[in-house]
Structures are given as C-alpha cells and as structure tokens.
C-alpha cells in the first residue's frame, strides 16, 4: 500500500474557499498602507544567517533554538527567514534607499520558525511587515499606530485593544536590565524554568510569560519608567498625546517588552482575548539603533509585523472577503456551442475586467450545467442555446435574487451583467 505524502508539521496549505478569504485580507491591507504612502518591497526567504544573528541578537530564543539554518554547498550558513525586518534593513542598506532619503515600506510572505505547532502559531507563517526610516520623532509612531486603527476598521475588527510602552535608550535599558537581574536573582527559587533561563539571556523577556504563577512576581519588578532618561520620557509623552488627539483609546503596560535586542522607545502591541494564549495580532516598536547595527549610518526607524493567520482566525467568515468562484457562468447548449459560448466569455472579461466568469466545461445538459453554475456561487448565468446563437443573442439568468430571465443582444451583454452585479 502506498504511502500517502503529507505537508511538514506546522507547514500548512491554503486551499479553495479559504484562499478566497487570503485574498480580500491581503488586497484590503495593501489598499490601507497606500493609503498612507507606504510602498511594497519584496525579499527573499533565505538569507546569511549572519543577517539575523547580528541583529536579532546571538542570545535570543529565535536564534539559540527556533531558526532554520543550514550549510550551502558553497559553505555558507543560510537561514529560511524568521522575520522580516532584519531583512528589510539588508536590502535598503544594499540598494541605497536610505542615502539622504526617508522611506515608507512594507512587504508581506512567509516566515519560518522551528516551534511547536498550536493554534495561531506555525512553524511557517505569514506576516505582513510595515518599516519606516528616517523618522526621528513621536509622529510617525503615532501614524502607524493610527494606520493599524485603521486597518481594524476596515476588517470590521472592533475586538482589538492597544497596549504601548517605551524601552528608552539602549543605554537606558542597559541599566534597567541590571536591576531586574538582581531583583529575579533574589527571587530564583520563583523562577520557572523557561525565566531562569531568560534570567541569562534576557532578562526583560521574564516580564512577558505567559505563565500566570509568575504574574506576582513580575508585578513586584523595578520599572523601566525610573530609568529613563528626559529624552525617552518626552518622546513618549508626544506619543501618549498624538494618540489622545486622535481618540485611539490604549493602556500603558510597562512590562510590555520586545522579545528582540534592536527593539527601543516606543513598543506597542494590539491584543485580542478571542485567540487564547496566542492573543497578539499585531506588534512592532521603534529600532533607532539597528541600521547602524548592521552597517548604515545611524537612522531612526519603527516598524511593525501583523500576523496573517491570527488575523484570519478573528473575521467571521461572511465577512472574510467573496469565497465563490465565479460571478457569472456560461453555459452551452451542446458541443457545436462550446466555441461560441467559450467566445462569449471572452468577451464578458474583455469588457469587464475583474469580473469572474467561469465558461463550462466537461460536457453535461443544462439542468447539470445549472447546479455547477449555482455551487459555484455565480450570480448570473448566461445560455447560449441554438436559437440564442443564430440571433446573436443570449439568456441571461440572474441566480440570486428575483430579477426575471431575459435574452438580450451580446453587445448590450455587458451592461446587462453590469446591472446584474451591481457594479
């Protein structure tokens, strides 16, 4: 018996209807982020791994455990990219975008991260990524947060709530992250094991567990609002201000951290208690510090990353983007019509382009043609029958609604469907 061959664990298909409902999210957050003058820019999803362990940070989860890295044949450490914005930063760097020049960009795929496969957590997944360089101040901190407001609103997403806070400076963290060793060091025996370890690599991770025996004990931790310099303290004040005016309602959560080390000032995240555990369907902060990181000249920029499948997972279906296949359906009456019928087609998607028209094939009578038409969730169908051919006209069949049958000319067609389909 043969075996039948199966996706990768945590590497999933998309099929029909559900890539439907891809479609109407990825065509609505592009139409958003033009909206506000952000381009696309498009990357590969292999790269040097030195392009993450560089900027990520050699002593992250991400890195110690989650990447897939292997050896080329050339000898070279490649990675299959775990995000994306390290990515980003390589190609403006490469292709000189950033030279006297800010820029707006985004760009969307796959990222891949060996962990355990749940709900809303994949070891491939998709994001779409938002980067903005050369912005130095509050404003455009708010014009993002404002632009993923938006976005909410035009998915029919009323069920997210905002959370922001600030990392200051490196330097600033620096001296926060030596207070928190020392107080998790007092506490050890508290710890559990996933802390300990962080207590090592990054302490700042401690205070985003998910695990609720540590929430006491991170409440009673040094706050990073004591170490922060007046620079810090001033840019989120314009931050907090620019979102008042702006009606966006948000909570100041100060254990709100980023679990990589480019990550500075303004961090924020939009939450959803409809997903379980994995309830962040959106972050992303501010990383003044990694362009020259990675070896620009020193450049503000902020960014964020919206996970698509936890996005999905939130919109109702019926309002998830058109699952049907066709908006109209062509149907002949015998094999001596399949040309013209095929020709009529043609000329429907001539005359209106984006309009879906399935012309039927395999052969069947009209009563079969009609079911196929009707799951396909066409709205009109159109017969072309012997009498209809020699006249140069055809039946037009409205399938949704009361609209009465009518034979019209094929060169008022166009107007017709139109009419049909509201558009």
Same mark, same amino acid.
């Given at each position: 018996?043969?075996?039948?061959?199966?996706?990768?664990? #945590?590497?999933?298909?998309?099929?029909?209807?559900?890539?439907?409902?891809?479609?109407?999210?990825?065509?609505?957050?592009?139409?958003?982020?033009?909206?506000?003058?952000?381009?696309?820019?498009?990357?590969?999803?292999?790269?040097?791994?030195?392009?993450?362990?560089?900027?990520?940070?050699?002593?992250?989860?991400?890195?110690?455990?989650?990447?897939?890295?292997?050896?080329?044949?050339?000898?070279?450490?490649?990675?299959?990219?775990?995000?994306?914005?390290?990515?980003?930063?390589?190609?403006?760097?490469?292709?000189?975008?950033?030279?006297?020049?800010?820029?707006?960009?985004?760009?969307?795929?796959?990222?891949?991260?060996?962990?355990?496969?749940?709900?809303?957590?994949?070891?491939?997944?998709?994001?779409?990524?938002?980067?903005?360089?050369?912005?130095?101040?509050?404003?455009?901190?708010?014009?993002?947060?404002?632009?993923?407001?938006?976005?909410?609103?035009?998915?029919?997403?009323?069920?997210?709530?905002?959370?922001?806070?600030?990392? #200051?400076?490196?330097?600033?963290?620096?001296?926060?992250?030596?207070?928190?060793?020392?107080?998790?060091?007092?506490?050890?025996?508290?710890?559990?094991?996933?802390?300990?370890?962080?207590?090592?690599?990054?302490?700042?991770?401690?205070?985003?567990?998910? /695990?609720?025996?540590?929430?006491?004990?991170?409440?009673?931790?040094?706050?990073?609002?004591?170490?922060?310099?007046?620079?810090?303290?001033?840019?989120?004040?314009?931050?907090?201000?620019?979102?008042?005016?702006?009606?966006?309602?948000?909570?100041? /959560?100060?254990?709100?951290?980023?679990?990589?080390?480019?990550?500075?000032?303004?961090?924020?995240?939009?939450?959803?208690?409809?997903?379980?555990?994995?309830?962040?369907?959106?972050?992303? #902060?501010?990383?003044?510090?990694?362009?020259?990181?990675?070896?620009?000249?020193?450049?503000?920029?902020?960014?964020?990353?919206?996970?698509?499948?936890?996005?999905?997972?939130?919109?109702?279906? /019926?309002?998830?983007?058109?699952?049907?296949?066709?908006?109209?359906?062509?149907?002949?009456?015998?094999?001596?019509?399949?040309?013209?019928?095929?020709?009529?087609?043609?000329?429907?998607?001539?005359?209106?382009?984006?309009?879906?028209?399935?012309?039927?094939?395999? #052969?069947?009578?009209?009563?079969?043609?009609?079911?196929?038409?009707?799951?396909?969730?066409?709205?009109?169908?159109?017969?072309?029958?012997?009498?209809?051919?020699?006249?140069?006209?055809?039946?037009?069949?409205?399938?949704?609604?009361?609209?009465?049958?009518?034979?019209?000319?094929?060169?008022?067609?166009?107007?017709?469907?139109?009419?049909?389909?509201?558009?």
């Amino acid at each position: 018996m043969k075996q039948t061959l199966r996706a990768i664990r #945590g590497m999933n298909d998309v099929v029909p209807p559900q890539t439907a409902h891809w479609q109407w999210l990825e065509k609505t957050i592009g139409t958003v982020l033009a909206g506000y003058g952000y381009r696309e820019i498009r990357l590969p999803l292999v790269e040097l791994t030195q392009v993450f362990s560089r900027s990520i940070g050699e002593v992250t989860d991400i890195v110690q455990k989650e990447m897939y890295t292997f050896t080329d044949r050339n000898g070279d450490s490649l990675t299959l990219r775990p995000e994306g914005t390290a990515s980003c930063v390589r190609a403006v760097l490469e292709h000189g975008l950033l030279h006297q020049q800010a820029q707006r960009l985004w760009y969307r795929g796959a990222m891949f991260r060996h962990e355990r496969p749940q709900k809303g957590r994949y070891r491939q997944f998709h994001q779409v990524g938002v980067e903005a360089f050369g912005y130095p101040g509050p404003d455009i901190d708010a014009e993002i947060i404002l632009m993923t407001a938006r976005l909410w609103r035009e998915l029919g997403l009323g069920n997210l709530r905002l959370e922001i806070n600030t990392l #200051g400076t490196s330097e600033e963290r620096r001296g926060y992250r030596d207070a928190l060793t020392v107080y998790f060091a007092q506490h050890r025996e508290r710890l559990d094991a996933e802390s300990a370890a962080r207590l090592e690599r990054n302490p700042l991770r401690i205070l985003d567990s998910k /695990n609720p025996d540590m929430k006491t004990l991170n409440a009673g931790a040094p706050v990073l609002a004591d170490h922060l310099g007046e620079e810090s303290r001033a840019h989120f004040a314009g931050l907090r201000a620019l979102l008042d005016a702006a009606g966006i309602a948000y909570e100041v /959560n100060p254990h709100l951290v980023r679990g990589l080390d480019y990550y500075a000032k303004t961090v924020f995240e939009w939450i959803t208690d409809e997903l379980g555990a994995q309830g962040t369907v959106c972050a992303g #902060g501010r990383y003044d510090g990694l362009v020259e990181l990675m070896g620009g000249e020193p450049t503000p920029a902020i960014g964020f990353a919206l996970g698509m499948e936890r996005l999905l997972e939130l919109i109702a279906a /019926n309002a998830a983007g058109e699952t049907t296949e066709a908006d109209c359906y062509v149907l002949s009456a015998g094999p001596e019509l399949l040309g013209p019928a095929q020709a009529v087609a043609e000329q429907l998607r001539d005359a209106l382009p984006g309009v879906r028209v399935i012309c039927h094939c395999g #052969g069947g009578s009209l009563k079969s043609q009609m079911k196929k038409a009707d799951r396909a969730g066409a709205a009109v169908a159109l017969i072309l029958g012997p009498d209809e051919h020699v006249a140069g006209e055809i039946t037009v069949k409205a399938l949704r609604g009361e609209t009465a049958q009518q034979r019209v000319p094929l060169a008022e067609l166009a107007a017709a469907v139109r009419g049909l389909l509201g558009r």
